[in-house]
């Protein structure tokens, strides 16, 4: 048997060293592959990459356009195909670079959008604004989060939507604001069981609460913004106006609501500059009236808790005008109590005596009837809450608060003698002398008489000390004959109040010196060219005369020629005993207004002479001598220019200056002096 052949191998050259390079190099491949592959995350790649579909043949929507060189082009899209990753197996061959350029590619900003010119961002604002505002008004309780909206509107650069969206608000937050304060979210109990409906109603009013709140913030940084690009001075200035204006708006429409102190604020720092200027007078006319429809007292004690700090603050450098704010508070004609700048003494109540009266009007009650009544009150007083009705013991309470603070700040006033504030002082303390506690008479009479005595000092200090004050400082006006007729009327209106007249033999009160005063300022101040003309009187500057005279005198409306006649009725014809005057004063006070009567304007002569019959009335047993020449009960001279009213001696002179009168160039004046010796006659 033939054996088999064997089997034959098959020789193969041994491996070079070239052949060796890529299995070396295919293992380091690997290795570096497999390091890449730990950091990947193959789903959420794959997740984020665009899907592949079916291609369809889209038709382009877009119009064609016309290049510069005059062709028309059709724009073609570019189908989402060809954007996407091309296949699982080529993105998992290619290296780490190429693996985070789509990363990079997320990570850049998208490109800004063009900006829309200025009449369309205002045109869109207004659109938007009329939408929040409209769905607010019809029903606001589904829109909370309208305020919000309202609020990232007026985060616009553009200063004209800026200011219609101050107004937009102002408007919605006077409409929709009610009638009760809100109280904050941490004063309700956490645990109260609420429905539905009530907590959607406190979800709107906390919604409310926050967003008026960033208002008035709002509000109070424009009002206070200096622009230092001068471009943006004027648009900052109309910001700044148009902040203070609807800060004014909401402080008279809805003074009782949250934040008021902080529209106070915002109108009080604006009343602080020293010179006026048109959103100086909102700010004060706003105050004015708050002071005149405030019913419940405490915004009126808060304002002037915040003018007093100002002015203390400013050194009392401001307007006088501002110090006027205090001559429009209710407590003027309502409180009936008697302060100083430390107490307030309040009316006693009648004391209901004990035994048998008493017993008569208590009437017979069941326990049943007992019950009823007591939940009764409790209900009126829940009720009396929720209107935010005061009690007449609060309201009280708050007016005598106010008032020490205006009493303090008026004194405080007295004392450093503020130049600019004297006369808003002295006619401010005359109008609150009936509440004036009697027991500050004395010292407040001192502080009058002092200021009369160092009035012509002042006015010399005050002409050196104009040349070193600033430009921004207020020019100081300054009448020493109004401001000490102004303290003979504060001095004679404070024993003109209840049980003045007991108050003045007490406390040994002595007013000998104001009518002095007044004696001897009469034949001065009845050649004053401004014996009639008030604050709002408009009067060309005499160019000869010095700046003294030609200055507008802003301290209240009364003229001098109302100030003296105010002055005369209370040293002539006395409320509390006008029988009590002597015949030596009103002899030396008749003769000298005839004289004075000689030199004033007609409608001042006719004011002194309608005085002068209603002396003649009441005491022309007195001084009818002195319209007759043979009856002369004085010997020696008459001294007009005596520097006291007894060592005038009236009595050795007679009264001439009628037979002027009666050829006076006025018939009222004419009338007048005819009707002055028909009453002398038939006294």
Known sequence: MASRPSKRRKLTPPLSDDEHAPKASSKKL???????????????????????????DKESTRLPIKSSDGRIEHLQTLDDD?????????????????????????????????????????????EELAKLATQLNENPEEHPGAFKALARLGQSKLPAVQKICLVAQMAVYRDVIPGYRIRPASESPAEEKLSKDVKVVRAYEQALVSGYQGYIKELAQYAVSRSTNSQEVKAGKDLSTIAITCACTLLNAVPHFNFRNELLRILVRKLSSRRPDQTFYKCRDAIETLFREDEEGRPSLEAVSLLSKMMKTRDYRTDQSVLNLFLHLRLLSEFSGKASQDSVDRPTREVVPKGKKQKEKREFRTKRLRKDLKEQKALQKDMAQA????????????????LKLVFATYFRILKVRSPQLMGATLEGLAKYAHLINQDFFGDLLEALKDLIRHSDEDMEDQGEQSDEDDDDSIPVVRNPSREALLCTVTAFALLAGQDAHNARADLHLDLSYFTTHLYRGLLSMSVNPDLELNAKSLHLPDPDMPAYNTAKNKVNLETMTVLITRCLSAVLLPPWNIRSVPPLRLAAFSKQLMSASLHMPEKSCQAVLALLDDVANTHGRKIKALWNTEERKGDGTFNALSQSIEASNPFATTIWEGEILRRHY??????????????????
């Open 387 to 402: 209107d935010a009705l005061v009690s007449h013991e609060e309201r009280d309470r708050m007016q005598s608060d106010t």
């Open 666 to 683: 006025c018939p009222k004046v004419r009338e007048g002096i005819k009707m002055l010796e028909k009453t002398l006659a038939s006294s």
């Open 82 to 126: 060809d954007a996407s990753v091309k296949s699982d197996a080529d993105w998992l061959g290619s290296d780490g670079e190429d693996a985070a350029e789509p990363a990079q590619a997320l990570l850049k900003p998208a490109p800004e959008a063009p900006q829309l010119p200025a009449r369309e961002q205002v045109r869109r604002a207004q």
């Open 30 to 56: 690997k290795k570096a592959f497999l390091a890449n592959a730990a950091s990947w995350n193959l789903e959420q790649d794959y997740e984020s990459r665009p899907r592949k579909g079916k291609k369809k």
